[in-house]
């Protein structure tokens, strides 16, 4: 267990930094013996780092961070580990959210024409959600003549191939690795 003052060192976290993610749900809230003494888990420095990678990698918001670590398949001993599973919620957790009716009226398209780009992996609606993202990748797509078309289709099944061979790369890397971590940050 670690004593306020440690934490804050070997995580290099301001006091009110933890206080206030200990406020948040964050982190787990000390063992307090006594009046102004708390303890925490030695595993709040790897939570803390953890934290820091995520506001500092993909802008995470608290929101966002608190949603990952709600999630059923989080798993708190290995973060990094959960965080590839679980990418979606860091990514795309937007609060603003559009129907496809309203996005078939704002690109004059028909909401036939925005399955379509759905099954066809042009757009990836979350559970169905249509958010900013997808919005402003319709806007691209929706300007396009049937040459440009062609070129984004093929760019999407080129990078479809690069991602599931850097996917099997990395799965392979990280089988036998003791430093499973810090191969994932990367």
């Given amino acids: 267990m670690l004593k306020m003052n440690d934490l804050v060192k070997l995580s290099q976290t301001p006091k009110s930094t933890v206080l206030y993610y200990v406020k948040e749900g964050l982190l787990p809230e000390p063992v307090k013996d006594k009046p102004n003494f ?3 888990d030695e595993h709040c420095v790897k939570l803390l780092s953890f934290i820091k990678y995520l506001q500092s990698n993909f802008n995470a918001t608290i929101s966002q961070i608190k949603a990952l670590f709600a999630h059923p398949h989080f798993d708190w001993n290995n973060p990094y580990e959960s965080l590839i599973g679980l990418l979606d919620i860091i990514m ?3 609060n ?16 036939q024409q925005i399955e379509d780009m759905v099954a066809e992996g042009l757009l990836n609606p979350r559970e169905g ?26 760019y999407l099944a080129a990078a479809k191939m690069l991602a599931e061979k850097e996917v099997n790369v990395t799965l392979a890397a990280l089988a036998n690795s003791e430093q499973k971590d810090e191969k994932l940050k990367h």
């Fill in 38 to 40: 708390h303890l925490y």
């Fill in 96 to 111: 603003e959210v559009f129907s496809v009716e309203q996005l078939s009226k704002e690109f004059h398209l028909s909401t």
């Fill in 129 to 154: 959600i249509f958010t900013a993202k997808e919005r402003d990748i319709l806007a691209i797509l929706s300007r396009c003549d049937e040459a440009e078309m062609d070129v984004v289709k093929a």
């Fill in 92 to 94: 795309g957790a937007e």
